[in-house]
């Protein structure tokens, strides 16, 4: 199993940077992906960013050229830089991670982040 946690969330002006962090552990030699979401009062969650093994990276296009994702070698930590905060980047933040587990997958969810921006 995988569990994750977010950390890094707060209230900034826009313009402003955050960097939110998500901590992997359990079996995290099975992850494959990790992908962060958003979700805004009243909206659906979506997809933002993601990670796979070889490193390959997906962004929304709302958010390209502002947010970045990273991850370190081993998926112990995933990373979303956000820069030139705007007000409609208000949203929790999820980290979500897709992993090998028997002979099918699973995925897990952390518990959020919120990241407000608001002058």
Not at 23 to 33: F, R, T
Request: include cysteine; proline fraction near 2%; charge should be positive.
């Amino acid at each position: 199993q995988v569990q994750l946690v977010e950390s890094g969330g707060g209230l900034v002006q826009p313009g402003g940077s955050l960097r939110l962090s998500c901590a992997a552990s359990g079996s995290i030699l099975a992850i494959n992906a990790i992908k962060w979401y958003r979700q805004a009062p009243g909206n659906q969650r979506e997809l933002v960013a993601s990670i796979t093994s070889d490193g390959t990276t997906y962004y929304l296009d709302s958010v390209k050229g502002r947010f970045t994702i990273s991850k370190d070698n081993a998926w112990n930590m995933v990373y979303l830089q956000i820069n030139s905060l705007k007000t409609e980047d208000t949203a929790v933040y999820y980290c979500h991670a897709h992993y090998v587990y028997g002979l099918g997958y699973k995925t897990a969810w952390g518990q959020g982040t919120q990241v407000t921006v608001s002058s």
